[in-house]
């Protein structure tokens, strides 16, 4: 039947569904069949691939039928199919917080997103920082951006690297995601759905998660906020393996349960002392470590 159509979801409020349809370039309003909600249990979020039924094509409305099998989910923004993070970090106003960077690259590592980290502000760098802080996360096996607004550099790249991806932003607040974002929206969003209503630019913090796409293909997501991110559901025993420097030397440690911390015989730790991975980062290692070991330990009490 050719009322049924394939799409994204671009946002989601009060039980009405944006869809796009990206072959027509489309945007319809779509609710979900009831028999859908009894059946699946599971509601549709921003950023699902879902199957759909035109119900009026001039008023461009239709019901979702289907959803397609999720990748990843969040519900803290409330998003699907992450494929990309774009971590930012400004090298000052505010003081870049290297723990939050570290906690969201876990996060990716564990749902299976590619970090990208976006070292913002470059203009406001007097002592090398962001070349130090862009050191240690490319060493470390990530990819850097060094970004500013003022000196008008990093966007070209970064536009180059959201091809194809639903890519969402986070990082603390006053870092620049907005100012990053409406760049981006300015000068490659495709103009689908109503144009009016793109961005709400300005001191409006946006309340509802929505996705926007690009030329290039691909989408951002402007959010309310990744920032709050913690490594809660990551394993203690898991967690040195989602450091990408300390994984090719992870098995080799004398003890199988090594937690990289005091045992003997412990290949991070050589790795740390030679030099070969960011003694920081490291450290930070432990201190996470220690949390989760420690929710682990008390997870019946309360
Ligand atoms: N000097 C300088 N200032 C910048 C740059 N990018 C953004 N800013 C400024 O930093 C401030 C915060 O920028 P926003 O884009 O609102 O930051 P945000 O990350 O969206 O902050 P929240 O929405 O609170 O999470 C604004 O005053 C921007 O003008 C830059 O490259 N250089
Ligand atoms: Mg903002
Ligand atoms: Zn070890």
Not at 46 to 65: A, C, M, N, Q, Y
Not at 250 to 255: K, L, S, V
């Amino acid at each position: 039947m050719d009322n049924i159509r394939q799409g994204i979801i671009l946002k989601g409020v009060g039980g009405f569904y944006d869809v796009l349809d990206q072959e027509a370039g489309l945007v319809y309003t779509c609710k979900v069949r009831g028999v859908h909600r009894k059946s699946g249990g599971i509601s549709p979020l921003p950023g699902d691939s879902v199957t759909f039924r035109v119900i009026d094509e001039k008023g461009l409305t239709g019901f979702i039928d289907v959803i397609g099998e999720r990748k990843n989910e969040f519900a803290r923004p409330p998003v699907a199919n992450i494929d990309q993070l774009a971590i930012v970090l400004a090298v000052k106003s505010p003081e870049p917080d290297l723990s939050l960077a570290d906690k969201l690259l876990i996060t990716c590592e564990a749902k299976d997103i590619s970090p990208l980290i976006l070292i913002n502000k470059i203009d406001l760098d007097e002592g090398g920082s962001a070349e130090c802080i862009g050191r240690i996360y490319k060493k470390a096996g990530y990819r850097v951006i060094l970004v500013s607004k003022v000196l008008d550099t990093g966007y070209d790249e970064l536009h180059k690297e959201l091809k194809g991806c639903k890519t969402a932003f986070a990082g603390q607040s006053g870092v620049g995601k907005s100012t990053i974002l409406n760049r981006i929206l300015n000068n490659w969003a495709m103009e689908t759905g109503e144009v009016s209503e793109r961005i709400q630019r300005g001191r409006h913090t946006t309340r509802h998660v929505q996705l926007f796409e690009l030329d290039v293909g691909g989408f951002v997501l402007d959010t309310p906020g990744f920032s709050a991110y913690s490594v809660c559901d990551v394993e203690h025993t898991e967690l040195a393996s989602h450091y990408p420097e300390f994984r090719k030397v992870i098995g080799e440690c004398r003890f199988t349960s090594c937690s990289h911390i005091n045992e003997p015989g412990c290949r991070v730790r050589e790795l740390v002392e030679k030099g070969k991975a960011d003694a920081e980062r490291y450290k930070r290692y432990v201190q996470y470590y220690r949390e989760l070991k420690e929710a682990y330990d008390n997870r019946y009490r309360r």
